[in-house]
């Protein structure tokens, strides 16, 4: 591990200024938990002279839920918000993401602002012989190279997918992102947050120079005779310690009515398919509105990604999103979660 000093602010304005007084210079970093900056740092796909902590600052910690909200703070764990007993009970995706991914360990580490920022897995981006597109160099390897794990929409010279289980669930919850800055705090729609390569081809977040994730806010159900249910499904090589071949976050807000139960309102969300966490939009109109006992799951699971275009190893992920749409919208219906 190249040498490089560690500065542990113990405020949201005295991280900003660390931040900002590096001129957004990519020598001076963000460090949370360090499961992935800190491999990225040994292995020489980043350099970094000067990193500053996250980890002291109480303001980033935590999680609170009010009458209207759940609030987690940037620095979080996710094994914390997999624990969670609210999360498990409102946000049931989202608790189920978080406890799928990675291992234990990285779990205790790994931050939900760690987790929403971290770099992709593209090998070629990885390796630090490969000076790739996204860091600055004038060739994607990974065209004629591996394409395997790469994304099956919203490529644009870059085809990577957006590695983080928690935003795909955190997109179904239309969650908001906060953030400080030198100059403001912002609060953004997550919809909004990441950005494609089409946007800027070395970035995947919208994050200006010096300026932090504090915290993530997602609405709660208001109460009344709406019932929510969601869950989240994800398809991987190995059981533990993987990133998702494809995953989906899926959720309905059902109301009752005299045919039955109906749809008010359905969310449906993938990873693995796309450079940024991807609304299976065709999929959640097609729900929206419906009785349960008018919907086909099968069908709606074959509505999902109509605009695929699969690189030459990767086509295996469209039945695979197709199916495990399938899947999560029979398990909400029959309510087996
Ligand atoms: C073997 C392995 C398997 C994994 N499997 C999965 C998986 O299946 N699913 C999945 O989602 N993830 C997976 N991960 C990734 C893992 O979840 C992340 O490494 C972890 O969540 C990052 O959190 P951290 O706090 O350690 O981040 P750090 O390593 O500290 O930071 C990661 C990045 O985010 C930036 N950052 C951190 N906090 C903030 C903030 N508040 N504001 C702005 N920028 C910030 C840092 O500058 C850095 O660029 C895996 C990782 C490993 C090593
Ligand atoms: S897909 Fe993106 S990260 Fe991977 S080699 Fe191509 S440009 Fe680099």
Redesign the pocket.
Known sequence: MPPCQLLTPQTIPEAVALLSAADGSENV????????????IKEGVVRSETLVS?ASIPG?HGITVSGEELRIG??AT?AEIADHPIIREEFTALAQ?AA????PQ??N???L???????PRCWYYRHPLTNCLKKGGDHCFAIAGNSKYLCLTGGDRCYIVH?????VALLAFNAVID?AGPNATRSIPIGDYFITPSADITRENC?RPG????QVRIPRLASGNTTRRSLYL?A?EREA????LVSVAALIDLQDSPGGPTIAHAAVTLGGVAPIPHRASEVEDHLTGQPISAIDPSHAGSLTLPDARPLTQNAYKLPMARNLVHRAIAQLLIGSI
Do not use: H, M, W, Y
């Open positions: 970093l963000p460090i949370a938990g360090g499961s992935d900056l800190l491999s990225e996250l980033l940037a620095a996710i993401a799928g991914l990675a291992t990285i779990r580490v790994g931050t602002g760690g987790n929403l920022n971290q770099r590695p983080s289980d928690t935003a953030t994050l300026e932090i994730l504090t994800k991987r310690g993987d990133f998702a």
